[in-house]
């Protein structure tokens, strides 16, 4: 869990055989420590610090939370958190964030995940939840369970010592202050309040989340500093934060520490060119660690040679539609579309079939339809286009989508598509 784009989606496997053990049920308070411990030891058994404990237990949503038993001994475990994600229009769309999914390793090959993975969708269509959203451990497993992969992101090892950044003009009547963090959590929250409409796959922060981001075990720091924070302001308004740690090293030739960026969120162009500036100039300090950006962060494009950033892209949010016609009705296209989708879910039936889709930047309807289906695709297809971050057209390129209509696919990819690219960075 945490925020690095990783999640507790995991764990051992199935491949089919005999079946789970027993049918997954719903959690009991008096059963988490049990519960936990299969998932940690599912991912390698290396206790989590004791504060992060005491805040996932305390997050636990136990209605909401799955787990499948052999006898006393607890072999399965899943959990969904009630979620509103923006969609591109900047609706916010009930979601489930499927997370805390791990099999004991005794227990492959008999269904067990699948046994988890098939309730956990049933609940979610009956909580009228059209979207289920998770991060995989592992890519390769829940592709067959209908998620596909709707947005990456950047990381990179910046070297600060041999890059300059440009900046917009405007800079420099940001100022920065420090703060600690725990004393401006709020201001920092305002912030990222702020910024939730406006980028698909951002998550509106439900109570207690905010905490996720303090957490600062030192067994976490890898040699660096405790949890470090400025706080940005223009005009007497606070516009963005920065949360980051520095790393002291020092060689030869003198000092060589890095800056680990945990998080950086600016309400405007100005504001976030002032915070990426300062952790390209902290003192002592010659490159900058970033994890899980946005693909489309303007720091790409200000630096004086990208290739000493070494960026790197990763798959980061995985998305299934849980029900077609009300997920594609709740978000907006950028261009008219008018396309009937013949789509395919064997993992939930309810959703194979026929769906005319109408939409604009206005709204949108989908329905059942009977009329000749112009795109053939899988539901995996629908969900990594849903947030506007894959191409249509570039699924359909890839043999993953099926043009029956000339031209249909081109049209829907334009429609489909978001001038801001998606990104989650919230952790779950």
Not at 87 to 104: H, K, Y
Not at 190 to 198: E, K, S
Request: with cysteine; net charge negative.
């Amino acid at each position: 869990m945490g925020n690095d784009g990783i999640g507790r989606t995991g764990g051992s496997g199935d491949l089919g055989g005999s079946g789970p053990v027993s049918g997954p049920r719903t959690l009991r308070p008096d059963e988490w420590d049990t519960w936990y411990g299969t998932l940690i030891r599912a991912f390698g058994g290396v206790p989590e610090p004791a504060e992060e404990l005491a805040l996932y237990r305390e997050l636990t949503q136990y209605d909401r939370s799955l787990g499948v038993w052999d006898g006393d001994e607890c072999v399965g475990t899943a959990g969904a958190f009630a979620f509103r994600m923006t969609v591109p229009g900047g609706a916010r769309v009930s979601a489930a964030g499927i997370t805390m999914v791990g099999v004991a390793a005794t227990h492959r090959r008999r269904g067990v995940l699948t046994s988890l993975m098939r309730r956990q969708l049933d609940d979610v269509r009956s909580w009228g939840e059209p979207l289920a959203v998770l991060t995989a451990s592992e890519p390769a497993i829940y592709g067959r369970f209908g998620y596909g992969a709707a947005t990456f992101q950047v990381n990179a090892e910046i070297e600060t010592d041999r890059v300059r950044l440009s900046v917009p003009e405007g800079t420099d009547g940001v100022r920065l202050r420090y703060a600690a963090p725990a004393d401006v959590l709020d201001l920092c929250e305002a912030v990222y309040a702020r910024l939730v409409p406006g980028r698909p796959g951002m998550l509106a922060r439900r109570p207690g989340w905010e905490r996720l981001g303090l957490l600062d075990p030192e067994s976490g720091r890898d040699g660096a500093s405790p949890l470090q924070c400025v706080v940005a302001r223009r005009d007497g308004e606070v516009t963005g934060y920065a949360r980051f740690r520095v790393r002291p090293d020092w060689g030869p030739t003198g000092h060589n520490g890095t800056v680990v960026l945990e998080d950086l969120a600016g309400l405007d162009p100005v504001t976030r060119a002032a915070l990426w500036r300062f952790l390209f100039d902290v003192d002592l300090t010659t490159r900058l660690t970033v994890r899980g950006r946005p693909v489309d962060e303007a720091w790409q494009y200000q630096v004086s040679d990208i290739r000493r950033c070494r960026p790197q892209l990763r798959d980061a949010l995985y998305v299934r539609l849980v029900d077609v016609g009300a997920a594609l009705s709740a978000r907006t296209y950028q261009a008219p579309v008018d396309v009937v989708f013949e789509v395919e879910d064997a993992f939930c039936p309810w959703n194979e079939g026929r769906w005319r889709l109408s939409g604009d930047a206005k709204g949108a309807s989908c329905e059942r339809t009977s009329d000749a289906a112009d795109v053939a695709l899988s539901v995996r297809e629908l969900g990594a286009a849903y947030l506007g971050g894959v191409s249509l057209a570039s699924l359909g390129a890839a043999g993953r989508a099926r043009e029956l209509r000339s031209g249909a696919l081109a049209e829907a990819s334009v429609g489909f598509g978001s001038d801001v690219a998606p990104w989650l960075p919230h952790g779950f």
